[in-house]
C-alpha cells in the first residue's frame, strides 16, 4: 500500500476545484459526524436515499392502452441534489459513488475526481464503521462495500459514462472523449485494413467515414485550447487514477482474498486516458518528467526554467512546439508549419519555395530525386547501375501516392 502525505494532495485538488466549478466543501465531508457515530446513521431506508437510487435507474418506455410513454434516462440532477444531501448527514461509499456518477454526467471530470477523492478518504479513514456496514453476524462479511465498488466497473453505467466525459472543449472544433477517440481509431484501422472498390465509396462509405470525427481532428481541439488547460486535465486523470488505485489497494488489506474487488476495467481506461492527454500535451512540447532518485535538496535547488510545476517539462522558448516526430507524414507536417511561418513572417525568403520542392520529393525514390534535380545526371545513374534507373522508376510511388505528395 503506498503511503503518502495525503494533505497536500486533498489541498492542492481542493483549491482547484474551488476555481472549476462549485463543490461541497471538502473538509466538512471527512469529518466525524459524532463521537458515537462517526459515520452517522444508516440511510439506506431514508426517503431520499431511495429517491437517488429510483432517480439514477431512469424509466423504461411504457404503454398504456393507445398512449406510449417513451423511455427516459437517469436524471443526474435529481440524483446529485439527493447526494448533496445525503453527504452531510452519513459516511456511506453508495452516497459517495452516486454523487461522483451524477456529477461526472453533469460536470465532467471534475466532479468524478472529487468523488473518489471522498471515497478513498472514507476507505482509509472510517473503514470500521463505513456504511454500508460489515456483515456482524456473518464474521464481517465485506460483500456490500464490495458490490458497490463493482458499480465503478460497470461497462453500462460509470465506464461508459467515464469514456463519454470531455477530454478537451474546443470552441472551434468541438468537444471530444475518449469513446471519440476509441471511435477514430477504429475508423482509422477499419480504413486502413479495407480496400474499397468504386461501388463501395457509391454506397455511402464516404458518408459514415464523416460522421465519425478522425483522429486529426481530435488532436486540432488539443491544439486549439491552452497548454494549461490540458494540464490541468492530465492531473484530473491523473489523481483519480491515485484514488481508484489506493481504494482498490486499502480495500484488499482490510478484507480476505476472498472478498477482494478488481478495479482493473477503471483503472486501465483512466490508465488510457492519462496517456493519450500527456501525448498531446508532449505534440505541444510539454514532457513528463521521469521520477529520479536524487536527494530532495538538490531536486529543490533545481531551477532549470524548462521544469514546471507538476513534473512537465516546457517548450525552451515561448511559442516554440517540440512535438516528437515519429513517421515521414510527421516530417512533412513540421516542414509545412516551417512553411507556414516563413510565409505569414518573411514572405520574400525562397525558403518555402526550396520546402514545398522537398516535402514534393519525400515520397520518391533516390533515382526518382535525381531525375526531378538534376535530369543530367540519370543517363550516368543509368550507365552504372546497368537499367537501375528504370526499374526504380516502375517501382516508384503510384501517381496517386505523388499526387498526395504534392498536397503538401
Same mark, same amino acid.
Not at 458497490?148 to 465506464?159: F, Q
Not at 484501422?189 to 455511402?204: A, F, L, Q, R, V
Given at each position: 500500500m503506498k503511503s503518502a502525505d495525503h494533505s497536500s494532495i486533498y489541498k492542492t485538488a481542493h483549491q482547484r476545484d474551488r476555481q472549476k466549478m462549485e463543490l461541497p466543501d471538502f473538509d466538512s465531508l471527512i469529518q466525524p459526524l459524532s463521537d458515537d457515530e462517526p459515520c452517522g446513521p444508516d440511510l439506506e431506508y431514508d426517503a431520499v436515499f431511495g429517491e437517488m437510487e429510483r432517480a439514477s435507474q431512469g424509466t423504461s418506455e411504457q404503454q398504456y392502452g393507445d398512449t406510449i410513454v417513451e423511455a427516459e434516462g437517469a436524471n443526474w440532477k435529481e440524483v446529485k441534489k439527493c447526494a448533496d444531501d445525503l453527504l452531510t448527514r452519513t459516511r456511506d461509499m453508495r452516497v459517495a459513488v452516486y454523487w461522483g456518477r451524477a456529477t461526472l454526467n453533469l460536470e465532467g471530470l471534475d466532479g468524478f475526481e472529487f468523488s473518489m477523492r471522498l471515497l478513498r478518504h472514507y476507505v482509509e479513514s472510517f473503514w470500521p464503521t463505513l456504511h454500508p456496514e460489515l456483515d456482524a453476524e456473518d464474521n464481517d462479511d465485506p460483500t456490500y462495500r464490495t458490490n458497490?465498488?463493482?458499480?465503478?466497473?460497470?461497462?453500462?453505467?460509470?465506464?461508459?459514462?467515464?469514456?463519454?466525459?470531455?477530454?478537451v472543449a474546443s470552441r472551434a472544433v468541438g468537444r471530444f472523449s475518449m469513446a471519440d477517440v476509441h471511435r477514430a481509431e477504429h475508423a482509422a484501422?477499419?480504413?486502413?485494413?479495407?480496400?474499397?472498390?468504386?461501388?463501395?465509396?457509391?454506397?455511402?462509405g464516404t458518408e459514415e467515414k464523416s460522421s465519425?470525427?478522425?483522429?486529426?481532428?481530435?488532436?486540432?481541439?488539443?491544439t486549439d485550447v491552452e497548454i494549461e488547460t490540458i494540464q490541468a486535465t492530465e492531473e484530473l486523470v491523473s489523481q483519480t487514477l491515485e484514488h481508484v488505485t489506493e481504494i482498490e489497494s486499502n480495500v484488499t488489506t482490510n478484507v480476505s482474498l476472498n472478498f477482494a474487488v478488481s478495479l482493473a476495467p477503471v483503472r486501465n481506461l483512466l490508465k488510457e486516458m492519462q496517456e493519450f492527454v500527456n501525448?498531446?500535451?508532449?505534440?505541444?512540447? @510539454?514532457?513528463?518528467?521521469? !521520477? /529520479?532518485? &536524487? $536527494?530532495?535538496?538538490?531536486?529543490?535547488?533545481?531551477?532549470?526554467?524548462?521544469?514546471?510545476?507538476?513534473?512537465?517539462?516546457?517548450?525552451?522558448?515561448?511559442?516554440?512546439?517540440?512535438?516528437?516526430?515519429?513517421?515521414?507524414?510527421?516530417?512533412?507536417?513540421?516542414?509545412?508549419? @516551417?512553411?507556414?511561418?516563413? !510565409? /505569414?513572417? &518573411? $514572405?520574400?525568403?525562397p525558403l518555402p519555395l526550396l520546402i514545398r520542392r522537398a516535402q514534393r520529393l519525400a515520397s520518391k525514390s533516390f533515382l526518382d530525386i535525381l531525375r526531378d534535380l538534376a535530369p543530367d545526371a540519370v543517363s550516368q545513374a543509368e550507365l552504372l547501375g546497368g537499367g537501375i534507373a528504370a526499374s526504380s522508376s516502375e517501382s516508384s510511388p503510384a501517381p496517386q501516392e505523388e499526387e498526395a505528395s504534392d498536397g503538401w
Open positions: 458497490t465498488l463493482i458499480m465503478l466497473c460497470d461497462e453500462g453505467g460509470l465506464l461508459k459514462e467515464l469514456g463519454n466525459a470531455p477530454l484501422e477499419h480504413s486502413s485494413s479495407s480496400k474499397p472498390d468504386e461501388e463501395s465509396w457509391d454506397t455511402g465519425v470525427p478522425g483522429l486529426d481532428t481530435i488532436e486540432a481541439a488539443f501525448r498531446q500535451l508532449e505534440r505541444r512540447g @510539454v514532457f513528463a518528467v521521469a !521520477e /529520479s532518485d &536524487e $536527494p530532495a535538496e538538490q531536486a529543490a535547488g533545481d531551477e532549470s526554467p524548462g521544469v514546471q510545476q507538476g513534473g512537465t517539462v516546457a517548450a525552451p522558448a515561448a511559442g516554440m512546439q517540440l512535438g516528437r516526430i515519429n513517421t515521414r507524414q510527421d516530417a512533412i507536417k513540421a516542414l509545412d508549419a @516551417v512553411c507556414d511561418f516563413y !510565409e /505569414s513572417n &518573411e $514572405p520574400s525568403s
